[in-house]
Structure formats: structure tokens, C-alpha cells
């Protein structure tokens, strides 16, 4: 897989000829609906501006990865509970469904499992993995591991989360237009200045919700937030860390 650019540094086979088969929007099904009164887990579902209808998630786990991949550029669509693959293990003609699929901006697509670290220091599942990993890689795809210690960043998740409400909302190119030219022009840009200078919070978390601002994600948002334009590699970053065959330890990107 090719290196994109991770902004946040967190945490600490016999192949198949089955080819997957890659569908769009409209037409897209979960190869099982997570969401049912029968699974006794925490599940709900995730409003993206990258796909419509909502995204299904059926742990919290899940649910923090789905904020990691709506505000990572490099991510352009991501769905859940994609077609399973079917790969040998130990002798036996296994199936596996990723929790999610991901297409990146370089072009490149990516299976993802999340999982507890705890579940991925399991000698069974490591093995596991290490062959569902290599059957992705035979067929062009990309397959990466991400767990609570990467989700474990409080100040990113409770940012990710209050902009995520303003994620939807029109702006007018007006708007974008005067916001970037402000951003600009001003001394020391910070989100109290730019609030007295719409005269409401609300524009101000729109413009950063969408990315036309940015401003540091993992510290908590204060009036003295300096506020900056996006870089021009902007679209190669990644909100997350993650995890990749064969040791399956950290990218250090």
C-alpha cells in the first residue's frame, strides 16, 4: 500500500481466485445488516456526507473509526460490512466480512477490521488476519488492522464529534470565498476572531466541519484556536492510525 500522510500519531496464504465485486451508492448493500434487535451489542448508525444512506455500526469501536474516515481526506467513500472473501486457513475453506471498505483519493481501496488489540494479540486470530491480508494483497487491495489504542484519543473524539453536527449544512460560495480571505489577510487567526467576525460560532464550525478551515483536531477548541488553510497535500491526510500485515504493529508513516 502506498504511504498517505498520517496527521494524527496515535497509540502506542493460499489465495482465492474470488473476485470482489465493487458497487456504487445507489445499488450498495451490507453484505448482513449489522443493525437488528437480535445482536446484543451497541449499534447505530452514522450520518456521512462521503455516502449515502447512513453508515451502520455495531460498536462503538466502529462508530469512532466512522468519524476518523468522514474527516480524513484522503478517504473519498468508505461503507460498512462489505462482500466477505473466502481464503484458506488451516486447511479449511474459511469466509470473511471486513467491517469496513475504504477508497482512498491515490485510487487505491482498503478492507478494515477493527478490533480490540487485545483480540489481535490472540496467536489464532493474528494468523488469521496475516492470511486474509495476503489473500487482499493477491487481489490488488489493501488490508489494515485498527484497534481501541488507536481510537484512543478523547480530545480527537470529542472534536470529530461536536463538528460532525455541522457537517451537512449549506455554505455559500460567498462564504468559502470571504472565510479564506479573512483566514488570509488576518493577524494570528484564531476561532474567537473569526466568531466576531461572522458574528455567530455556527458559520465558523461549518467552514471547519468541511474543511474550507482547519485547525488542530487533537486539542480542545478554545477561542484562541489558531485557525490556518488547508496545505496542499491536504487531501493525502489521514485522521488515523492503523495496523498492517505481516507483524502487524503500527505504520510508521
Same mark, same amino acid.
Given at each position: 500500500?502506498?504511504?498517505?500522510?498520517?496527521?494524527?500519531?496515535?497509540?502506542?496464504?493460499?489465495?482465492?481466485?474470488?473476485?470482489?465485486?465493487?458497487?456504487?451508492?445507489?445499488?450498495?448493500?451490507?453484505?448482513?445488516?449489522?443493525?437488528?434487535?437480535?445482536?446484543?451489542?451497541?449499534?447505530?448508525?452514522?450520518?456521512?456526507?462521503?455516502?449515502?444512506?447512513?453508515?451502520?455500526?455495531?460498536?462503538?469501536?466502529?462508530?469512532?473509526?466512522?468519524?476518523?474516515?468522514?474527516?480524513?481526506?484522503?478517504?473519498?467513500?468508505?461503507?460498512?460490512?462489505?462482500?466477505?472473501?473466502?481464503?484458506?486457513?488451516?486447511?479449511?475453506?474459511?469466509?470473511?466480512?471486513?467491517?469496513?471498505?475504504?477508497?482512498?483519493?491515490?485510487?487505491?481501496?482498503?478492507?478494515?477490521? !477493527?478490533?480490540?488489540?487485545?483480540?489481535?494479540?490472540?496467536? %489464532? @486470530?493474528?494468523?488469521? &488476519?496475516?492470511?486474509? *491480508?495476503?489473500? #487482499?494483497?493477491?487481489?490488488?487491495?489493501?488490508?489494515?488492522?485498527?484497534?481501541?489504542?488507536?481510537?484512543?484519543?478523547?480530545?480527537?473524539?470529542?472534536?470529530?464529534?461536536?463538528?460532525?453536527?455541522?457537517?451537512?449544512?449549506?455554505?455559500?460560495?460567498?462564504?468559502?470565498?470571504?472565510?479564506?480571505?479573512?483566514?488570509?489577510?488576518?493577524?494570528?487567526?484564531?476561532?474567537?476572531?473569526?466568531?466576531?467576525?461572522?458574528?455567530?460560532?455556527?458559520?465558523?464550525? !461549518?467552514?471547519?466541519?468541511?474543511?474550507?478551515?482547519?485547525? %488542530? @483536531?487533537?486539542?480542545? &477548541?478554545?477561542?484562541? *484556536?489558531?485557525? #490556518?488553510?488547508?496545505?496542499?497535500?491536504?487531501?493525502?491526510?489521514?485522521?488515523?492510525?492503523?495496523?498492517?500485515?505481516?507483524?502487524?504493529?503500527?505504520?510508521?508513516?
Amino acid at each position: 500500500m502506498s504511504k498517505i500522510r498520517n496527521v494524527v500519531p496515535l497509540g502506542t496464504g493460499h489465495g482465492s481466485t474470488m473476485a470482489l465485486k465493487m458497487t456504487s451508492d445507489s445499488d450498495y448493500k451490507p453484505s448482513r445488516d449489522p443493525v437488528t434487535r437480535s445482536r446484543m451489542t451497541v449499534r447505530g448508525r452514522f450520518r456521512s456526507s462521503k455516502r449515502r444512506p447512513s453508515i451502520a455500526w455495531e460498536s462503538l469501536l466502529e462508530r469512532s473509526a466512522c468519524y476518523r474516515f468522514e474527516f480524513s481526506p484522503a478517504v473519498i467513500a468508505f461503507y460498512e460490512q462489505p462482500d466477505p472473501i473466502k481464503f484458506y486457513f488451516q486447511g479449511k475453506l474459511s469466509r470473511y466480512t471486513p467491517d469496513f471498505r475504504l477508497h482512498l483519493n491515490n485510487g487505491e481501496t482498503w478492507f478494515v477490521e !477493527v478490533k480490540p488489540l487485545k483480540h489481535l494479540q490472540r496467536p %489464532d @486470530l493474528f494468523q488469521k &488476519f496475516l492470511t486474509i *491480508s495476503d489473500e #487482499y494483497r493477491n487481489q490488488g487491495y489493501g488490508f489494515i488492522v485498527i484497534t481501541d489504542e488507536e481510537l484512543n484519543h478523547f480530545d480527537l473524539e470529542s472534536n470529530l464529534t461536536h463538528i460532525h453536527y455541522y457537517r451537512l449544512r449549506e455554505l455559500s460560495d460567498l462564504t468559502i470565498r470571504q472565510a479564506r480571505n479573512w483566514v488570509l489577510q488576518t493577524d494570528s487567526p484564531t476561532l474567537g476572531k473569526m466568531h466576531e467576525y461572522f458574528g455567530d460560532m455556527t458559520t465558523a464550525f !461549518v467552514l471547519i466541519s468541511q474543511q474550507y478551515i482547519c485547525l %488542530d @483536531l487533537t486539542s480542545p &477548541f478554545s477561542s484562541g *484556536s489558531n485557525l #490556518y488553510l488547508p496545505e496542499e497535500d491536504h487531501h493525502a491526510t489521514l485522521l488515523f492510525s492503523y495496523r498492517t500485515a505481516p507483524a502487524f504493529e503500527l505504520c510508521n508513516l
